[in-house]
């Protein structure tokens, strides 16, 4: 069972930091390459990090610094830390069984969970 799924989504205030957290299968370990992608009201979904197969990590610049993905066996994570009213978004973990590095792009991915809310107040 691949189908991720998403906790910790929550309201904090700007400068604040939350952790969120993806349960995954044990299998994709090592084989899948993995996100945190995130939609705002009114906008497209898009890739926040990424995690390859190999353990190396990529980010979108309006992140860099202040958010950081890492992943065990079981589960991907996501601490953000400096958090802006602009970080505020539906945050969806996901992953890819075809690409295995830089899958920080929604047409690369297989699985979807179903997003948690991060709202950061100023």
């Known amino acids: 069972q691949v189908q991720p799924v998403e906790s910790g989504g929550g309201s904090v205030q700007a400068g604040g930091s939350l952790t969120l957290s993806c349960r995954v299968s044990?299998?994709?370990?090592?084989?899948?390459?993995m996100g945190w992608f995130r939609q705002a009201p009114g906008k497209e979904r898009e890739g926040v990090a990424s995690?390859?197969?190999?353990?190396s990590t990529t980010y979108a610049d309006s992140v860099k610094g202040r958010f950081t993905i890492s992943r065990d066996e079981n589960t991907l994570y996501l601490q953000m830390d400096s958090l802006k009213p602009e970080d505020t978004a539906t945050y969806y973990c996901?992953?890819?069984?075809?690409?295995?590095?830089?899958?920080?792009?929604?047409?690369?991915?297989?699985?979807w969970g179903k997003g948690t809310l991060v709202t950061v107040s100023s």
């Open positions: 996901a992953a890819s069984n075809w690409v295995q590095y830089n899958c920080r792009r929604t047409n690369a991915m297989t699985y």
């Open positions: 044990r299998y994709t370990y090592g084989r899948y390459c």
């Open positions: 995690i390859d197969t190999d353990g």
